[in-house]
């Protein structure tokens, strides 16, 4: 079996052929890789996934901006220092010289979200494999030591912009929204739903978020998901359910898969209620596809 396709089979990845075989190609070089993209498009799947078929046992850090220096790096616990000093024996080691030692990977989600005096620190360690502890010295990194990260686009809240040096020590890797017919796989997969009337229907709507005039941020394929896993629920605990799901049970299980995942463009007159109606106005009422109907002109369809 071809390497991109197991990978596929034994972490249910859907497509991102191309994605799989560049991670592959990036970690198997030894060089450090980055991965860009929207909330929800498999970043962490792909990278995670690519590190498993290759034997790479991972570190994982989940950045945020309160995280500190000393919980990437390590930190000495007060009472042991006050009984025998600052000594290994007192340090608690981070993810970083963790994954320095012991030959890992460090995988950091959401690197961008990290203070940037945090991201400083991983400097020296991407490109000189060294980096300097307070009272233990000099750690040094063993082979098999590589960082994989992951960000959020840049106007995403609550993050911000990598340094240029420290982009320069990465390689990049771009994932964008999978095709119309991916996602609806995807969907089928993650709920079990055999309607595929009803699967479809939710990618579009979810799909219409990236593209309708009146939102800013649309939703992944998780809206999707749980826009059809909710659907057949409330569908399926009426006492009139029979035959495919209605459009009411679809509207009130959209609005409450999609109000977290989109940002509309007025933020002060913001009605999600009423974008929503027009989103079913035309996918639901319509029959129409957003990505022929919304798409700019020279894009081409996703199909």
């Known amino acids: 079996m071809a390497p991109i396709e197991k990978i596929q089979r034994e972490h249910g990845i859907v497509g991102r052929e191309a994605e799989l075989a560049m991670a592959l190609a990036v970690l198997g070089a030894g060089r450090h890789l980055l991965l860009e993209g929207p909330v929800g498009v498999g970043k962490t799947t792909v990278a995670l996934a690519v590190c498993s078929h290759l034997g790479r046992d991972t570190v994982r850090v989940d950045g945020d901006d309160r995280y500190s220096e000393s919980k990437l790096t390590g930190w000495f616990d007060p009472p ?47 490109d000189e494999r060294l980096l300097q502890v307070p009272h233990i010295g000099a ?38 929204y999978q095709p119309a017919a991916e996602e609806s796989a995807i969907v089928a997969a993650e709920t079990g739903c055999d309607d595929a009337a009803l699967v479809r229907t939710a990618v579009r709507l979810t799909r219409a978020t990236r593209l309708h005039p009146r939102f800013r941020k649309g939703a992944s394929v998780r809206g999707a998901i749980a826009t059809v896993a909710i659907a057949e629920r409330l569908w399926g605990a009426s006492r009139d359910a029979c035959g495919p799901v209605s459009r009411e049970a679809l ?24 974008a929503l109606d027009e989103l079913f106005a035309l996918v639901v009422d319509r029959g129409e596809d957003p990505d022929v109907v919304l798409s700019p002109p020279e894009a081409s369809p996703k199909a």
């Open 80 to 126: 042991l220092v006050l009984q025998q000093g600052y000594r290994e024996e007192s340090f608690f080691p981070g993810p970083l010289v963790e994954a320095m030692r012991e030959g890992r990977v460090l995988f950091i989600n959401e690197l961008n979200r990290m203070p940037e005096s945090v991201q400083n620190v991983l400097l020296p360690a991407l």
């Open 139 to 176: 750690v040094r990194a063993v082979d098999g030591f590589q960082v994989v990260a992951t960000q959020n686009p840049v106007e995403y809240v609550g993050t911000g912009h990598l340094s240029e040096a420290l982009r320069d020590r990465f390689e990049h890797l771009a994932l964008a």
């Open 251 to 274: 509207r009130r299980a959209a609005e409450a898969a999609l109000t977290t995942r989109v940002d509309l463009r007025d933020d002060i007159d913001a009605d999600f209620g009423a």
